[in-house]
């Protein structure tokens, strides 16, 4: 983790330890969200308050690498008599502290909600990058919780004509959020199937849309696949998308409740995953009712943990589909009498250098405020690239701007 400001009453200090010791340090101290200064602190002072007959096993520092510390004056002098005492080098005895406290310090588990979130990924405009959107959240969810991986920090959203906005982000290192996700493509295109490199289930065969019409052919659960990356370590899941979405609407028509039907088909699913995510079509129609009915908030559930998360672009087109998307799920709220919550608006494909109408755009959505903007995902080439080797873009370009960015914006709605 990056550290604060060093007090005065600190004092830079050096020594060693083997590099899969000190990784194991930054990753457990960004786990519990503490300093590396403050957690050496406290290794060294446990270890010096040890009795002498209790040694700590001996660690292997073959290989030793710098490593240097801020820590309170007269603690590392102190340190340094008691390794005199027990006889033991002084990284040995450095070695010793640390994995005392990461002994002391286990990882936290990961934190899974109650209730299934279920994130409903939306616009009525095709082309903005909803599947680039779900995939990359998701993906994100879904990262070992045990390694660190690059996250944008923001320092704002808002950029006036002219400005790089690769100057007004940072990336910090933080560990993965280890959730379990199921990625339900829910659009007849077959876009989310085909980029993750699976195959959109056959006409003749069982489908989302038969269980939502009533006409199931077996267990859903069958045509589940998983997302084969260490990345992801069994945590991310794919119900492919079949080309008989097309007549789905046609089919709702003579179901009852038929808002209700996408509910009745994944609640059975739920139990296995902490959140699902929904790749909508470029519909305003039944289909569309009922994937915002199926985000609603239930009864226990908090504010902001279910809802739409819609996808725009920064251009004029996108805000007019904003419109009819939003107008469509605020009538469903009334007719219904159920809270549907907007989770934000993610700005997708945005390149500055497209000049006055991107930041423009880009302002205008800023300065909605309700729904914020909880994501910016710049257009660049590692997205193109993983979907034409149709591989997560998570584990393709784990380091790119656009994977930092899905990573900041998986913990802006997690």
């Known amino acids: 983790m990056t550290t604060s400001a060093t007090p005065s009453d600190r004092e830079k200090v050096a020594s060693k330890l083997p590099g899969w010791l000190r990784q194991n340090l930054k990753i457990r101290t960004a786990q519990l969200g503490i300093e590396i200064q403050n957690a050496v602190e406290q290794g060294i ?3 010096c308050d040890l009795a002498s007959t209790n040694t700590r096993a001996s660690i292997d520092t073959a290989g030793a690498d710098s490593f240097s510390t801020f820590l309170p004056e007269g603690q590392w002098d102190a340190f340094k008599g008691v390794t005199v005492d027990r006889r033991v080098s002084l990284i040995q005895g450095l070695a010793q502290s640390v994995q005392l406290w990461l002994d002391t310090n286990p990882a936290p588990d990961v934190k899974r909600p109650t209730i299934t979130r279920r994130i409903v990924v939306c616009n009525q405009k095709g082309g903005v990058g909803k599947t680039a959107i779900t995939a990359g959240a998701g993906e994100a969810m879904a990262e070992d919780p045990g390694t660190l991986y690059p996250v944008r920090v923001a320092k704002q959203l808002a950029v006036a004509a002219g400005d790089d906005i690769d100057n007004l982000v940072d990336t910090e290192d933080l560990p993965g959020l280890g959730l379990r996700v199921l990625l339900v493509d829910f659009d007849p295109q077959c876009h989310l199937t085909n980029q993750l490199g699976a195959s959109p289930l056959p006409m003749n065969g069982d489908s989302l849309t038969n ?12 045509l589940i696949v998983p997302i084969e990356d260490e990345t992801f370590g069994g945590r991310l899941h794919l119900l492919p998308a079949c080309n008989d979405a097309f007549l789905l609407d046609v089919r709702l028509s ?8 996408l509910e009745r088909a994944l609640a059975p699913l739920e139990a ?8 909508c079509p470029p519909s305003l129609g039944l289909s569309m009712d009922a994937a915002a009915y199926y ?3 239930r009864d226990s559930e908090a504010p902001g943990q279910s809802g739409a998360l819609i996808v725009v672009q920064a251009e004029d087109s996108s805000a007019d589909a904003y419109e009819l998307l939003t107008a469509q799920i605020d009538d469903l709220r009334s ?3 159920i809270d549907i919550d907007y989770l934000g608006i993610v700005v997708n494909l945005y390149d500055g250098r497209r000049g006055f109408i991107a930041t423009s755009s880009l302002q205008g959505w800023v300065d909605i405020k309700d729904p914020r903007v909880v994501g910016l995902i ?3 080439k590692e997205q193109k690239e993983a979907v034409r080797m149709k591989q997560p873009l998570l584990s393709y370009a784990p380091k790119s701007q656009q994977a930092t960015g899905m990573r900041a914006l998986a913990r802006e709605i997690s």
């Open 335 to 337: 007719d219904l009498q």
């Open 211 to 222: 269980h939502m019409a009533g006409d199931p052919k077996g267990d859903l659960r069958e």
């Open 254 to 261: 003579a179901v009852r409740a038929r808002e209700a039907a």
């Open 295 to 297: 985000g609603r908030r």
């Open 45 to 47: 002072a446990a270890w």
């Open 378 to 380: 710049r257009d660049l």
């Open 272 to 279: 296995d995953y902490d959140v699902i995510l929904v790749d």
